[in-house]
Nanobody
Framework: VQLQASGGGLVQTGDSLILSCAVS????????LGWVRQGPGKDREFVAN????????YYSASVKGRFTISRDSGKKTVYLRMDRLKPEDTAVYYC???????????WGQGTQVTVSS
């Protein structure tokens, strides 16, 4: 299984951005697909997760209400829609997969998101 993240860029405070994570290989319905970010000088931080089969979602407190995670089973892609972006959302965003939320064993490459004030 390989994960390919895309969609990062430079935006202004309050803007929106959509990240995509294309998954190649077999995905099990019980798997969790998520996004984790790492800001400059910060530790990695869980952002959001979706259960592949059920579609149930989970968010960190820092993004709940602003970010939306979703998946398209036909396209085998996970999306992260980010609204009302803030400078503190600046980070490299990684998509990841595993059997448990925030216990990911498969990682894609990161995509840089920079939010200017």
């Amino acid at each position: 299984v390989q994960l390919q993240a895309s969609g990062g860029g430079l935006v202004q405070t309050g803007d929106s951005l959509i990240l995509s994570c294309a998954v190649s290989g077999r995905i099990f319905s019980s798997w969790s697909l998520g996004w984790v970010r790492q800001g400059p000088g910060k530790d990695r931080e869980f952002v959001a997760n979706v259960r592949w089969g059920a579609g149930t979602t989970y968010y960190s407190a820092s993004v709940k209400g602003r970010f939306t995670i979703s998946r398209d089973s036909g396209k085998k892609t996970v999306y992260l829609r980010m609204d009302r972006l803030k400078p503190e959302d600046t980070a490299v965003y990684y998509c990841a997969a595993g059997t448990q939320i925030n216990e990911y064993t498969l990682w894609g490459q990161g995509t840089q998101v920079t939010v200017s004030s």
